[in-house]
T-cell receptor
Framework: DQQVKQNSPSLSVQEGRISILNCDYT??????FLWYKKYPAEGPTFLISISSIKDKNEDGRFTVFLNKSAKHLSLHIVPSQPGDSAVYFC?????????????FGGGTRLMVKP | DTAVSQTPKYLVTQMGNDKSIKCEQN?????MYWYKQDSKKFLKIMFSYNNKELIINETVPNRFSPKSPDKAHLNLHINSLELGDSAVYFCASSQVPGGRQPQHFGDGTRLSIL
């Protein structure tokens, strides 16, 4: 039972346009969300995060939006660049006694065409 | 300087063998993790250690035994390897336990069981 879902396995976008990657979650206890970017044969690298007390967080070309009522978050990349081509993972955490585990989605492969 | 390094990068072995994967981080972090990325590309937490103490063990078969000789190292030993153990294993570290701090990942160890 996947608590974090990325329903689009892949997305293709033209350079300079906006990329929108989506993520849905089912566990209402999740209170912190992160996006990671992964290139082939490398480990995931942290991109941007958002706490559940916010609905938007922006860092340069990257903006994450959180809609708690819909249990949905999205990552916007504007403008998209060829170097953004990678797999993007959404992750969520919930506070518990054992510490805050990260639960990952299955990833979306973004391809930015020149 | 590689922040989180894992060895080996590739591991091909036969069913029933015992193997180890090593991980070292030079970030001065207190917490280290092992993740498994299966064929469906989901990243799943296996173990988490904080200051050499086990804090998360996510229903992983006891054939998998993590060992943390010091804060900078978290090794993974796997006994009696099975076909289903074929996956990419990622080591990660963070300053404090859990999902609030970005986790830094190694480049992964691709384990293939023949």
């Amino acid at each position: 039972d996947q608590q974090v879902k990325q329903n689009s396995p892949s997305l293709s976008v033209q350079e300079g346009r906006i990329s929108i990657l989506n993520c849905d979650y089912t566990n209402s206890m999740f209170d912190y969300f992160l996006w990671y970017k992964k290139y082939p044969a490398e480990g995931p690298t942290f991109l941007i995060s958002i706490s559940s007390i916010k609905d938007k967080n922006e860092d340069g070309r990257f903006t994450v939006f959180l809609n708690k009522s819909a249990k949905h978050l999205s990552l916007h990349i504007v403008p998209s660049q060829p170097g953004d081509s990678a797999v993007y993972f959404c992750a969520a955490s919930v506070r518990n006694n054992a510490g805050n585990m990260l639960t990952f989605g299955g990833g979306t492969r973004l391809m930015v065409k020149p | 300087d590689t922040a989180v390094s894992q060895t080996p990068k590739y591991l091909v072995t036969q069913m029933g063998n015992d193997k180890s994967i090593k991980c070292e981080q030079n970030l001065g972090h207190d917490t280290m993790y092992w993740y498994k990325q299966d064929s469906k590309k989901f990243l799943k937490i296996m173990f988490s250690y904080n200051n050499k103490e086990l804090i998360i063990n996510e229903t992983v078969p006891n054939r998998f035994s993590p060992k943390s000789p010091d804060k900078a190292h978290l090794n993974l030993h796997i006994n009696s390897l099975e076909l289903g153990d074929s996956a990419v294993y990622f080591c990660a570290s963070s300053q404090v336990p859990g999902g609030r701090q970005p986790q830094h990942f190694g480049d992964g160890t691709r384990l293939s069981i023949l």
